[in-house]
């Protein structure tokens, strides 16, 4: 027997006790260490993935024999949409690659059609899906990060950089974590040796709407050239910046794909929506395909116009894929507020594209 998917509706998600107030201080929390890592580089950068290792633009393309119950939001059989994707690493500052962190991946799919989840962003025609390579976010509730922004934020008074509580294995931070409570899945993730970040399988975390259901999506190398990727070490040693050099070395002669897949929710008990903590125990169905072709993932023009113009954001997007969760609701004030802060701070418009030629070669 098959076992039935859960549906969405909107008493789906449950307010957590005291959430609008913790978001409120983790938005404040936020500002104060943005404007610290500022006064440090004089240049605002993002509150998490601020370094950017690679650009790229592709298609987004739909498998033409998609399930009718697959076929959810912007999923539909045979479509397809081009998108850019920014490869990057967690923390909210720039850190040689020598540090061990979580790596990410923000994709941006234009052309989209449907009910806008921002007011304010009626006639855009983008949806982000953000992404990391970690299936859990181990600060799954509002309460829970909020607790962890403020143990970031003591931690970085008096230190060089608010962006000094990431993992790093090559030294002995681990012991750094464990006073602050970091859980050992992030050190887990980040492991004792650093991989090729191509070869990654990246997750949405956190639970979004799937259409009429619900579902968390990841993207897994598909092509040969990235798969044989997976798990390949690296020696990060000498150099702060091997992630770019790899991801451009890369695409200098070589397309990748990859492929989209659905995480269908079944059981709220054991697949919550409200704990991002909770990794999922199902199936990861196909959608479809992202390919990237040979290009320049890295140049001046595009490096600044994916790291100052554009900003990813999971509530950027259409109804059929609202964000869900304590956590994902945060986001929506944190991410706003930071995108805010960094624009106004490097004077840069903030632009969502309307056609993959916005984006500079």
């Not at 624009?343 to 993959?356: G, K, S, Y």
């Given at each position: ?144 990060y909020f607790e962890m922004q403020h143990k970031r ?209």
């Open positions: 027997m098959t076992t039935p998917w859960i549906g969405y509706h909107e008493g789906i998600e449950i307010e957590q006790p005291g959430e609008k107030e913790m978001i409120e201080e983790i938005v404040a929390s936020m500002g104060r260490l943005n404007r610290k890592v500022f006064d440090e580089h004089r240049h605002a950068l993002r509150d998490a993935h601020a370094k950017s290792h690679g650009i790229l633009t592709g298609t987004l393309s739909i498998y033409s024999d998609l399930s009718e119950s697959l076929a959810q939001g912007i999923f539909q059989p045979g479509r397809e949409y081009p998108i850019v994707a920014r490869l990057s690493s967690a923390p909210g500052d720039i850190h040689s690659d020598e540090v061990r962190s979580l790596k990410g991946i923000a994709i941006k799919v234009i052309g989209v059609e449907g009910p806008r989840l921002l007011p304010d962003t009626a006639g855009e025609v983008t949806q982000d899906f953000l992404l990391v390579n970690l299936p859990i976010l181990p600060f799954g509730d509002v309460k829970s934020e003591d931690a970085a008074g008096g230190k060089e950089s608010p962006g000094s509580l990431i993992p790093n294995m090559v030294s002995a931070a681990s012991e750094a974590l464990k006073a602050v409570g970091l859980p050992n899945r992030i050190l887990e993730a980040v492991g004792a040796s650093a991989h090729h970040i191509l070869g990654e399988t990246f997750h949405t975390m956190a639970a979004i709407r799937f259409g009429k259901y619900i579902a968390k999506l990841s993207i897994a190398p598909l092509s040969a050239s990235v798969a044989d990727l997976t798990g390949q070490e690296i020696d990060t040693a000498g150099n702060d910046s091997v992630y770019r050099d790899l991801v451009v070395e890369f695409f200098n002669t070589q397309s990748a794909t990859y492929e989209i897949r659905a995480q269908i929710c079944t059981d709220i008990s054991k697949m919550p929506i409200e704990d991002a903590s909770v990794e999922w125990q199902g199936e990861h169905l196909p959608l479809g395909t992202l390919t990237f072709k040979t290009q320049d993932a890295y140049s001046p023009a595009r490096r600044v116009y994916a790291d100052d113009v554009l900003s990813f954001n999971p509530w950027q997007g259409i109804e059929a894929h609202r964000p869900l969760g304590s956590i994902m609701r945060s986001r929506l004030r944190a991410y706003e507020a930071s995108a805010q802060f960094r624009h106004a701070m490097n004077v840069q418009p903030r632009v969502e594209p309307r056609d993959i030629a916005s984006i500079p070669d």
